[in-house]
């Protein structure tokens, strides 16, 4: 069977962005504000000579505030129940929050191959919190604007390399 791989992160950090971006279509509804509900969303993607099934957890995102939390550690189980890799992104421009940690918390635990990805890096600068994202133990943040479509490439290699 084809490995999947899920992308998982607070709500607006761009995930359907990059979802959509890898997919080469827009598929996934992008939202300036948090809070579109729809199903989980799947496209299969291939990747030099790799193949894979790309899932947007976020499809599945709440509307109220308040649930957030309860929904993104659903999303995160889920991902962990599911996923074979797991893209956790969180947003390079705002920095660690505590949703991140608290998620990172869940996918470390699981020892399922975790990759970090820090999106809205949309110059060659490194993000200014970076070096932040150490404490939560998942690795080197890999870089990636997805709006621009900057680091994507490396991404896909690094995700394939835990195939
Ligand atoms: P999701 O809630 O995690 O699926 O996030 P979305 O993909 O809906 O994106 C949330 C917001 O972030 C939208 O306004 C996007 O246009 C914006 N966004 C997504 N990727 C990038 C990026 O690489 N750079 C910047 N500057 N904005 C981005
Ligand atoms: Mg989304």
Known sequence: AKPIVAVVGRPNVGKST???KIAGKRIAIVEDEP???RDRIYTEVEWLNYKFTLIDTGGIEPESEE???????RQAELAIETANVIVFMADGKQGLTASDREIADMLRKSKKPVILVL????TKEQSPHYYDFYEIGLGDPIEVSSA????IGDLLDEIAKNF
């Open 35 to 37: 809070g579109v509900t």
């Open 18 to 20: 990059l979802f959509n």
């Open 148 to 151: 621009l479509g900057l680091g």
């Open 67 to 73: 649930i957030i939390p309860a929904q993104m550690r």
């Open 119 to 122: 999106n809205k890096v949309d």
